[in-house]
């Protein structure tokens, strides 16, 4: 079996993200950037189902700009065996980046495409569910717990009310949840042994993909500043408050 | 269980400025040598803090053609001023009867974080080995008491020390030789100069807090080129300290504040003094209506010359501001630290090639520009020892008149820790509180700072006495340390009527002031899982 | 222009949030449709009818829609996409599961979870966990939106009256079949979708005083949240953080019991609907964003507060 990874670069999640003062976009410059969190995840069950004996290859892929390469840099120094580069330059929607994945997955032919289920810029959550739906293969999106089986997974997926099982035939995707598991650190001996691993690099036109973005971006705002509100002077008041003003309960 | 082991000709502790110009030196002189640089930070520069005005002599020598190259270095000084600073008055100084160190026409103001990460990308090109998220926990020694090298942290190790899911062993690290390049007060540093008694002879080490905020102001307050400098207001005539605002590119300016860390009162909050700086007439006017988008603090080397440990042992030298080159009069240390770690590849080099010993170090050292520098700048610090005014005077007198060459050395007396007076014996300090527009709270600044320890690790901050801070610290300096840390770590809190004393290890910008400044010497600062700690953008 | 909405229900009945998505693509525009896919669903496409707002129900009932299964509900939309200018749902995982396939299949570039409607083709988005707000405007044809439904008021769940339309089952998808789904048995809700919330901060002093929290919670039907010095000082496990490293909450009450308020925390709470705080700092930086703030030592104020909410005849839940 083979498994093809997504990986996206996104600016590291402890850093505080701060609006282009003529609102066009987010300051990216000179900021730290890291994989997107979920596709950590996406990465370390590839790397374990392939532990177990159960997958053969693990290929890592990632879109963006040169930078980008970094992320499957890391991808390679905990366990994938070999990486994609597609390069690409600003904005590309997820349906892009899908049709995209669609172009490799026909090239690869992998069993399994895994990747987060949501990245922590765009916050869009659409591109595994969108590449499904581009190759017609099932989705199984939040994963938390994945079983392998003979021609088939078995995915816990984390949904609103509680945890929703369900069995898809591979071929597949798997978008994964921060619970699925606790992905590994990269050793420094792996991550000297990852700067030899192949890395395959292309851009979106060899792959005959338009990346042109549908959706235009007016302006990007910082969220209006809350402001305070009354004191109030005791409990009783603030009782009253809640359930006569506000009406909360 | 044994470690796995990798072997370099030479490691390099830290990807500062020192270690990379090392690190670069060392290919240039000999592409064979197979060299690495670890770096506790999540990316090069991440950790890296400075002000920072730039003197490319350094880079000039290192690098000869930089001008032609892509690079960070973009804004030259175009204009200077000194203001000292009364509550609410201001008195500019000529620049003209400043001392020549202070000086800056030929210089740039620069953040030195994306100078390191330029450097990083030169020596990479060269071949050097750069491994960002391995900090080096510990030093190893061969048999005869040499050092072999460094471990790197073990990962994924839970607070209790049990071993998690995730766990990555640390692995060794063996050189031929190991040059320690981690910045003022590194923690490996520390144990080296112990073990090796580098400071033997030598005046105790004096340190300063460096704090800084980028701000992005308005334009018709923006001079890109100007350096401004301010002493006095809001630090009493004892307490050693001053200012910086730097006019960089982009409509930024740099401005940060610097204090001896041999203050005295325990009242003292340096966080606070640079809050309440900001306040001032003739600084609140820069940045009136601007917006800060960044925060950060690092402890500083003040002690030079007299303080400066021997720099080399079996095994390894000790470089840059792990040492302590900076040069407090020129308030400078990138091109001195630069430099250090040029003259440590040129001795490395001939060690290997006609096995000359490591102590040759210091010889090119003190042959080297940086010596003779630091030399003439000997006494400035010392002498504000008599207070901001006499300092000043003595300073004007010694640098204008003699250019550094008195016949005499004042000395550094006390190291920082044994300065703190009681608390009862020290006025208590009244800072007005933040109005989130000119000045911040903590928490909120250390929220810029992008600092971050993976949750369930063991604490870095290590109590030698646990009981120490409540039983001893508390009555005795009303626990300097919640005010000293500029990232609030350390709080005392009330608990079901008993004190505690709190370390909030996960706000640590790893700017070690708690590791030189506790009066016992009672905190460790030691390295936290890799990556952790701030995510400096271009500081 | 009309607006096809897909609705969230357990075959008995609607799921609460598909009337705050009703009022949402009301905003878009007035004709809107909402599709309802289910087995031995005719309770719910009866609810719906009579919705505000709803001007007609397609209802598509066959066994493979008993569990939702996004492969089995794409190709009904589809079969309706074209009469429509928008297609919607809510941005919970029912939503955001399945309007992607939906999209990609109609070659349309998604706009995720919108908190406005600023025209029927540019809307407003929050981005980078709501640190900023993107305003994005769709230049496809036929715009494939998904709703915060926290950011509108619920639609009236009556005075409407449309018709219902019988709609045909669609292919089945055999390569997905859905096995079980285990509810969270809990006697308390979960942080990330809990209405209201409650949180103690290292103001509580001790893990055993979390009990004070646990009661009011217990009575208000709240999950219990925590600042990140509460679970560092090791009050309460860290699956009850909220902020920054821990989760973000946007319940319609948010009650923060000796929580100063670190910047860090108020990330991870800013946009709840009302925010309380009880603190006995005046001056904590969580009033500067408190709807109602309570100066008080909570070990006071939370046992008063309890009695309070004792004395009231009815609590919502």
């Known amino acids: 079996m083979k498994i093809l990874v997504a990986v996206k670069r996104v600016i590291d999640y402890n850093v505080q993200i701060r609006v282009k003062e003529d609102n066009s976009g987010i300051v990216t410059d000179n900021v730290k950037m890291s994989t997107n969190p979920p596709d950590d995840n996406a990465i370390e069950e590839a790397v374990r189902i392939k532990e177990s004996g159960k997958a053969k290859e693990i290929v890592a892929i990632t879109i963006g700009e040169d930078k980008a390469q970094e992320t499957v840099r890391k991808a390679l120094a905990v366990g994938a065996d070999r990486g994609i580069h597609v390069k690409t330059e600003g904005i590309v929607e997820p349906l892009a980046v899908s049709k995209i994945l669609k172009a490799i997955v026909e090239k690869e032919k992998p069993d399994l495409v895994f990747m987060g289920k949501q990245a922590i810029d765009d916050d869009c959550n659409q591109t595994g569910q969108m590449l499904a739906a581009l190759l017609n293969w099932p989705q199984a999106t939040f994963a938390s717990k994945i079983e392998v089986k003979d021609k088939s997974l078995e995915v816990t997926r984390e949904v609103d009310e509680g945890l929703e099982t369900i069995e898809v035939k591979i071929p597949a995707i798997v978008t994964c949840d921060l619970r699925l598991n606790e992905p590994r650190y990269a050793s420094l001996p792996n991550i000297m042994k990852a700067k030899k691993k192949p890395l395959d690099q292309m851009s979106a036109t060899d792959l005959g993909v338009d990346t042109k973005p549908r959706i235009e971006q007016i302006k990007v705002e910082e969220p209006p500043k809350r402001k305070a509100g009354i004191k109030v002077a005791n409990v009783a008041e603030l009782v009253n408050k809640l359930k006569n003003e506000a009406k909360v309960i | 269980m044994t470690k796995e082991v990798m072997e370099y000709d030479v490691v390099i502790v830290g990807g ?8 670069i030196k060392l290919k240039q002189l000999n592409p064979e040598i197979n060299v690495c640089v670890l770096e506790k930070a999540s990316e090069i520069g991440a950790h890296i803090l400075s002000g920072n005005v730039f003197e490319t002599r350094a880079l000039d020598e290192l690098i000869p053609n930089w001008k032609e190259l892509e690079n960070p270095i973009k804004t030259k000084v175009t204009k200077e001023k000194f203001l000292f600073l009364g509550k609410n008055k201001s008195i500019s100084w000529p620049t003209w009867l400043l001392p020549k160190v202070q000086q800056n026409h030929n210089n740039y103001i620069i953040s030195l974080a994306n100078l390191c990460r330029w450097l990083a990308e030169q020596a990479e090109k060269l071949g050097v080995e750069i491994f960002p998220g391995f900090p080096a926990s510990e030093i190893l020694y061969d048999n005869d008491g040499s050092v072999k090298g460094v471990a790197t942290q073990d990962m994924g190790i839970d607070k209790d020390g049990n071993k998690k899911d995730s766990f990555e062993s640390g692995i060794e690290l063996h050189a031929k030789v190991t040059i320690f390049a981690e910045g003022c007060r590194g923690h490996l540093g520390k144990q080296l100069i112990n073990k090796f008694e580098l400071d033997k002879g030598k005046n105790p080490q004096q340190y300063g807090i460096g704090l800084k905020e980028i701000w992005e102001i308005d334009e018709k307050h923006h001079e890109e080129g100007l350096v401004m400098h301010t002493a006095g207001w809001p630090l009493d005539n004892n307490t050693y300290g001053g200012s910086f605002m730097y006019h960089a590119e982009n409509k930024q300016i740099f401005l940060g504040y610097v204090i001896g860390l041999d203050y005295k009162n325990p009242h003292l909050s340096p966080f606070d003094e640079f809050q309440r700086f900001k306040t001032h007439p003739s600084i609140k006017k820069y940045i009136k209506g601007g917006k800060r988008i960044s925060y950060g603090a690092r402890a500083l080397i003040e002690g030079g010359i007299q303080s400066l440990p021997k720099m080399y042992m079996p095994g390894a030298l000790l470089i840059g501001c792990d040492a302590g080159t900076l040069n407090m009069p020129k308030i400078k240390g990138s091109h001195t630290a630069m430099k250090s770690g040029m003259i440590a590849a040129e001795t490395i080099v001939e060690h290997f090639r006609d096995n000359k010993s490591l102590s040759i170090y210091e010889e090119k050292f003190n042959k080297s520009w940086v010596h003779k520098e630091l030399h003439q700048a000997r006494n400035v610090k010392p002498s504000f020892n008599w207070g901001l005014i006499l300092g000043i005077i003595f300073t004007g007198i010694d640098q204008i008149l003699f250019r ?10 006390h190291a920082d820790h044994e300065a703190l007076m009681p608390a009862e014996k020290m006025p208590k300090i009244d800072y007005p509180k933040p109005d989130n527009i000119i000045t911040f709270d903590k928490t909120s600044s250390v929220y810029l700072t992008g600092t971050n320890h993976t ?5 870095h901050l290590h109590l030698k006495d646990p009981e120490l801070p409540i039983k001893y610290n508390l009555e005795k300096y009303d626990e300097a340390a919640q005010r000293y840390c500029p990232a609030g770590v350390y709080e005392v809190q009330m608990e079901n009527n008993i004190n505690k004393f709190v370390i909030n290890s996960q706000n640590c910008i790893h700017c070690k002031t708690c590791d030189i400044k506790e009066p016992s010497q009672n905190i460790n600062w030691v390295t936290p899982e890799g990556g952790g700690g701030p995510k400096y953008g271009n500081m | 222009m009309s607006v096809l909405l897909i609705a969230e229900h357990s075959n008995k009945e609607l799921k609460p949030f598909t009337l705050n998505v009703i009022n949402a693509a009301t905003k878009i525009d007035e004709d809107v449709h909402v599709l309802i896919m289910g087995h031995n669903s005719d309770p719910v496409a009866k609810s719906l009818s009579e919705v505000s707002g709803v001007k007609k129900v397609i209802h598509v009932d066959n066994l493979i829609y008993e569990n939702y299964v996004a492969e089995n509900y794409v190709p009904v939309i589809l ?22 396939r939906v999209a990609a299949k109609l070659d349309i570039s998604q706009v995720s979870d919108i908190i406005k409607v600023i025209s029927s083709d540019t809307f407003l988005r929050p981005i980078y966990a709501g640190n900023a707000f993107a305003t994005v405007k769709s230049n496809d044809p036929k715009k494939c939106v998904t709703v915060r439904p926290t950011s509108f008021e619920p639609a009236p769940s009556s005075g409407g009256s449309a018709e219902i339309e019988k709609g045909d089952t669609g292919e089945e998808y055999s390569s997905t079949k859905f096995v079980k789904k285990e509810e969270i048995k809990s006697d308390r809700p979960e942080l990330g979708t809990a209405r209201i919330v409650i949180s103690g901060g290292r103001g509580l002093q001790s893990g055993d005083n979390f009990k004070l929290i646990t009661a009011v919670a217990d009575k208000l039907n709240a999950a219990i949240g925590a600042s990140r010095a509460a679970v560092d000082a090791g009050y309460i496990t860290n699956d009850h953080q909220v902020g920054q490293t ?13 929580i100063s308020g670190a910047i860090q925390h108020l990330a991870g709470m800013k946009e709840s609907k009302v925010i309380v705080a009880i603190n006995k700092d005046g001056e904590a930086p969580i009033f500067s964003i408190a709807d109602y703030g309570l100066e008080a030592d909570l070990f006071e104020a939370l046992p008063q507060f309890l009695e309070e909410l004792n004395k009231l005849n009815t609590i919502q839940k």
Request: hydrophobic share 35%.
């Open chain 2, 404 to 413: 550094g060459k008195l016949p005499f050395t004042l000395k550094h007396k």
């Open chain 3, 246 to 258: 821990g989760k973000v909450v946007v319940p319609d009450l948010y009650i923060a019991v000796g």
């Open chain 2, 455 to 459: 949750d369930n690790q063991p604490v």
């Open chain 2, 16 to 23: 500062g400025p020192s270690g990379l110009s090392s690190a």
């Open chain 3, 79 to 100: 079969k309706y996409a074209d009469k429509y200018s928008h297609i919607v749902s809510a941005a919970n995982t029912f939503g955001k599961n399945l309007m992607p």
